[in-house]
């Protein structure tokens, strides 16, 4: 496999449901990101890590947990959704973190998440 | 707060014709600026980037930077079908920020 594969690409759970959604690099990159995106709007940078550390969290509510064991996987631990956190959940890699931005980053497909 | 912003559209454009996308920023510090291509329900993918003022090309697109008036733009020449998508604009604002547009959506029709 090559790039970021993201699983799973659909989920649909409850407001009290436990999930997590996992990203894997193939791209031997250092650099790992979640993103939230919803219609209409710009891309919600919510996580970095660089080298395995978590450097950036942007005020994410504590119902997403991020975990990155290594350098390659990232994920992302849900817990008591609300609606309002459907959307498209990417993930993205790049070769290093910083300055960051100035690295060109690779996208996963995305998992599309729906709160009932 | 700072912005990028860009016209949600739909830009409808003929097959064969030059694609203008256009993005704004309100950090006049910014340094880098790049646009990505998403197609519905596909991941953004990048397709150009710009550090310096003036034009940048790369096959069918260009890039054209003005750092004076704060805006970016992308163009694409010979518009084809398989160019309709949703085109992103990212800016490194001054902080080393990536800020990111909400995106233009392009259909070529042909």
């Known amino acids: 496999e090559t790039g970021v594969t993201q699983t799973p690409r659909h989920l649909v759970m409850g407001m009290t449901n436990k999930k997590s959604l996992k990203c894997e690099q193939h791209?031997?990159?250092?650099?790992m990101y979640w993103y939230k995106q919803s219609a209409k709007k710009p891309l919600e940078l919510m996580f970095v890590?660089?080298?395995?550390?978590?450097?950036e969290n942007n005020s994410v509510p504590s119902r997403f947990s991020p975990e990155c064991p290594n350098s390659s996987h990232l994920f992302l631990h849900l817990h008591t959704l609300q609606p309002e956190d459907s959307a498209l959940y990417l993930c993205?890699?790049?070769?290093?973190?910083?300055?960051?931005?100035?690295?060109?980053?690779?996208f996963g497909d995305g998992t599309r998440l729906s709160i009932l | 707060q700072k912005e990028v912003e860009q016209n949600s559209g739909p830009l409808s454009v003929p097959e064969g014709a030059i694609a203008s996308l256009n993005c704004t920023y309100s950090?006049?510090?910014?340094?880098?600026f790049f646009w990505y291509r998403q197609y519905s329900g596909k991941s953004p993918e990048l397709i150009m980037f710009?550090?310096s003022n003036g034009d940048k090309e790369d096959g069918r697109f260009t890039a054209q930077l003005n750092k004076a008036s704060q805006y970016v733009s992308l163009l694409i020449r010979d518009s084809q079908p398989s160019d309709s998508a949703t085109y992103l604009c990212?800016?490194?604002?001054?902080?080393?920020?990536?800020?990111w547009g909400a995106g233009t959506k392009l259909i070529i029709k042909p």
């Open positions: 993205a890699s790049s070769q290093e973190r910083g300055p960051s931005g100035n690295q060109p980053q690779h």
């Open positions: 791209l031997g990159h250092n650099a």
């Open positions: 890590y660089s080298l395995e550390e978590r450097v």
């Open positions: 950090d006049r510090g910014s340094q880098s």
């Open positions: 710009i550090y």
């Open positions: 990212a800016v490194v604002d001054s902080n080393y920020q990536l800020i």
